[in-house]
């Protein structure tokens, strides 16, 4: 099948954000069990290589920014998925997440692990961290974290890897007291947790510019928020971007979701608006809709023109019992992933790029009521901040209710 493969490389503007999309699940399964070409040859719906982070690859598309999480690292990159951090920026997650979760411990998952790792196969990673909630205190964490912190400091031995700090807290109180033991460690940004609220994206970012550790000339930094990439998420970040950029602060915002792998594993497979308005379609197993959806691509294809549903030729082999994970997983994700890509490319040009007339005519109205409350209070912080959080929850949670659809089969462009 021959089309002109979409870039989405971010080349325009190295201040726009970092997005890394996090395969899980059945699609890295996948990836784990058969090479591009094995998927071609067994397969009647692959007509391009998955590996639509290898500028090499006769693939769907390119983005050559990869997530990996540390439970993985036990694998080989190269040998198993062929990502290669020569070729690919790989963002490789330090592991403190399995380390809550009990699927490590300290002692199976060490520091020295961890950074050995990072420094062998990935171009940034967070220290390994202990969140601030479960059994351990914050205390316990924070004293945790900043053993990590200097162990990184210290024994850092690769240029190819960018370090970022880590935040933790409960709330603006806890995130202060956190930033205030781990800022003088000279590392190459922070991290922490989205949230998936606009209040948790910025409290952190307000305070580093308060606490004069974001400024004009200082060195540049990376800004990573873990696991958010709604549209809404997506825009606030883009806007975000805009006001450090007009700030000239040097921070690159980054940012992760493993939506596009969890919303095909739940049954969700996004695509372009057709003739009945809808965006998604559920193709769980036990879903009551599946006989009927299938009737209706048989008659009416996908009515998407991304590059993996123009391949898709054999309905039945996509979602057969037998060839379900192999096939529909992948598939949909890659199909996931484009169209998340193709949001953020059109919120970067629109946000960053653009200028306030366009960004604002074009977005439903009460995110021009949040981008008001986000730019009076970059430009004006230290006054500001006291108010955060009673302005950004109001608006912010309208918007996002405004912009997200409760039915995933309805569209927010009918609102």
Known sequence: ??????????????????????????????????????????????????????????????????????????????????????????????????????KATPETWTRAMALGWAEENASITPILDWPSRGEKSFAESLAFTEDSARYAVENRSSDKLKILNVVSGADITEYGAWIDKL??????????????????????????????????????????????????????????QRMLNKLDIPVRMSYDASSASMAIGMGKWTRDININGSSGWAFAKKNLELKENFEHF????????????????????LLHQDTYTSTLYLLGFLNNVYHQLRFKHS???????????????????????????????????????HSLTADLIKVGHQAMESFEPKNPLTSFMEG
């Open 347 to 385: 919120m970067d040009h629109m946000m960053i790029l653009g200028n306030q007339e366009l960004f604002t005519a074009c977005m439903p109205r009460l995110y021009s009521k949040t981008f008001k409350v986000l730019e009076e209070l970059f430009l004006n912080p230290e006054t500001k901040a």
């Open 183 to 240: 800022k003088d460690y000279p590392l190459d940004g922070w991290a922490h947790g989205g949230g998936g609220t606009l209040i948790a994206m910025v409290e952190v970012i307000i305070l580093m510019i308060n606490k004069g550790i974001y400024r004009p000339g200082m060195k540049p930094a990376i800004h990573h928020l873990f696991g958010i990439s709604s549209p809404a998420s997506m825009t606030w970040v883009a806007f975000i």
């Open 1 to 102: 099948m021959v089309f002109d493969r979409m870039d989405f490389s971010n080349t325009f503007n190295p201040r726009t954000p970092y997005f890394w999309p996090v395969m899980v699940g059945g699609p890295y399964t996948t990836v784990k069990k058969y090479t591009p070409q094995e998927c071609i040859d067994k397969y009647d719906n692959y007509v391009k290589s998955y590996k639509y982070w290898d500028k090499s690859e006769d693939n769907y598309f390119y983005y050559p920014h990869v997530f990996l999480s540390a439970f993985y690292s036990r694998y080989n990159l190269k040998k198993k998925s062929g990502i290669d951090r020569d070729r690919t920026l790989v963002f490789a997650d330090s592991g403190g997440f399995q380390l809550l979760s009990k």
């Open 298 to 317: 048989k008659v009416f294809g996908f009515g998407c023109d991304c590059p993996v549903c123009r391949g898709i030729t054999n309905l039945e082999e």
